[in-house]
């Protein structure tokens, strides 16, 4: 079976402090891909990275970064030097390409609120 | 840009009536998907389909029917609406891909409520 766990659910901070957004999954699956999403209050869920289970690789996107290790089954998010506008609820999701390959199967999501 | 508009984003129904919700996608996309997203409980899928006429279900199907007689557009249809269908209900599309490595794309969800 295919989990997704982001065990925090609020989380609350002052702006410009730096946030990590934590993700563990689990999966049998040898090759697998990961994505976080984010939803803003307006509802939609906007596509923010994708990794594949073979690239352990870190990457940065301006002021956000992710953080794959495989050995602990873990992709945190990282937000550096937070802003208003990032407040959102943040979804991590896992898609496998043996079992159920054309389906994601989403965390529960992490309300991130950035605070003036 | 992929856009993925739903028709409604807030609707109210009774219980025992027949609802639609209607999903259009301008991108081409063989995939399109439907889930609820419930508090604490993420998002789920509730049908899925993977081209014209093709639909699988997902993890919560019951209550649930969809159609989809064309490319870009998947419909979602509540049979008989009762309370415990009240959510937030959000289409997705993407391409085939290869080994599905895709992102979904969204939109903006139609938020149900049965009374």
């Known amino acids: 079976a295919q989990k997704v766990t982001q065990a925090q659910t609020e989380i609350s901070v002052v702006e410009k402090e730096d946030v990590t957004l934590d993700c563990v999954y689990e999966t049998r699956d040898t090759t697998y891909y990961l994505f976080w999403y984010k939803q803003p209050p307006s509802g939609e869920l906007v596509f923010l990275i994708r990794r594949n289970s073979f690239d352990e690789q870190n990457e940065i996107s301006g002021r956000y970064s992710w953080n794959f290790q495989k050995s602990t089954s873990s992709f945190n998010f990282t937000i550096t030097a937070s802003q208003v506008v990032d407040s959102a609820v943040y979804f991590c999701?896992?898609?496998?390409?043996?079992?159920?390959?054309?389906?994601?199967?989403f965390g529960q999501g992490t309300r991130l609120t950035i605070n003036p | 840009d992929v856009k993925v508009t739903q028709s409604s984003r807030y609707l109210v129904k009774r219980t025992g009536e027949k609802v639609f919700l209607e999903c259009v996608q301008d991108?081409?996309?063989?995939?399109m998907f439907w889930y609820r997203q419930d508090p604490g409980l993420g998002l789920r899928l509730i049908y899925f389909s993977y081209d014209v006429k093709m639909k699988e279900k997902g993890d919560i199907p019951e209550g649930y029917s969809v159609s989809r007689e064309k490319k870009e557009r998947f419909s979602l249809i509540l049979e008989s609406a009762s309370t415990n269908q009240t959510s937030m209900y959000l289409c997705a599309s993407s391409q085939l891909g290869n080994r599905g490595n895709q992102p979904q794309h969204f939109g903006d969800g139609t938020r149900l409520s049965i009374l």
């Open positions: 999701a896992l898609k496998g390409i043996i079992q159920g390959a054309q389906k994601l199967v």
């Open positions: 991108m081409d996309h063989e995939n």
